[in-house]
């Protein structure tokens, strides 16, 4: 089955730093992809998506590019701040068009000034 | 536009009592509506989705059934909670239609003690 697998945390750094989550799948068929941010105390925000291969999705500085020969969309930021600490989940939706997320685990990014 | 209400934030029920979560989603017709749940140190799992009033599809068999009595109601239940019930719980909603964004709730926090 179709599954996400994202690289553990806390990834903890100082403000400006740059981010890189990791996150690889394996899915059948044409999945699009997803980056979803819960900040403290809230429920899931998207951050970006992509939906065909070499797509780039981007929002807010994030970017990540989905990869389809190494099968990844890895999470990127320039240079992080304060406000940016929450927890992210990579996820894909099967192409079924039922929209059914599978998510990673997610990874909590702490990030101090 | 479009608003996700879900309700209770927290829970701590005894273990043998029955459970009911409610999602109403305002300001949107027919929608897919889903329930994930975060158990600790997992990722989200899909639960349930639903496409329609009464159509109801379940994921994994577990010991929750949901309902959907209204176009926009999402109703999750169980007649007897266990201790494994424990865990974060997450309605969404997506248009449809090829639509890839979903919109999630803040969330209900349950405690099965």
């Known amino acids: 089955g179709n599954s996400v697998t994202q690289m553990e945390g806390p990834v903890t750094l100082s403000e400006e730093a740059f981010l890189t989550i990791n996150c690889t799948y394996t899915?059948?068929?044409?999945?699009?992809l997803f980056w979803y941010v819960q900040y403290p105390g809230e429920g899931l925000q998207l951050l970006l998506k992509?939906?065909?291969?070499?797509d780039k999705g981007s929002n807010k500085g994030f970017e990540a590019t989905y990869r389809k020969e190494t099968t990844s969309f890895h999470l990127e930021k320039g240079s992080v701040q304060v406000s940016d600490s929450a927890v992210y989940f990579c996820?894909?939706?099967?192409?079924?068009?039922?929209?059914?997320?599978?998510f990673g685990t997610g990874t909590r990014l702490l990030v101090s000034p | 536009s479009q608003t996700i209400h879900q309700w209770p934030a927290t829970l701590v029920q005894p273990v043998g009592s029955p459970l009911s979560l409610e999602c109403t989603v305002e300001?949107?017709?027919?929608?897919?509506l889903y329930w994930y749940r975060q158990a600790a140190g997992r990722g989200l799992q899909l639960l349930f989705y639903?496409?329609?009033?009464?159509?109801i599809s379940s994921e994994v068999p577990q010991n929750l059934s949901a309902s959907r009595p209204q176009d926009r109601q999402f109703i999750l239940s169980s007649k007897k909670l266990l201790l494994s019930d424990s865990g974060f719980y997450l309605c969404?909603?997506?248009?449809?239609?090829?639509?890839?964004?979903?919109?999630f709730g803040q969330g209900t926090r349950l405690t099965v003690v």
């Open positions: 969404a909603w997506n248009a449809g239609l090829g639509s890839t964004e979903a919109f």
């Open positions: 899915a059948t068929g044409y999945p699009s």
């Open positions: 992509a939906t065909k291969a070499d």
């Open positions: 996820a894909l939706s099967d192409d079924t068009g039922f929209q059914k997320l599978v």
């Open positions: 300001g949107t017709s027919n929608p897919n």
């Open positions: 639903s496409v329609g009033i009464g159509q």
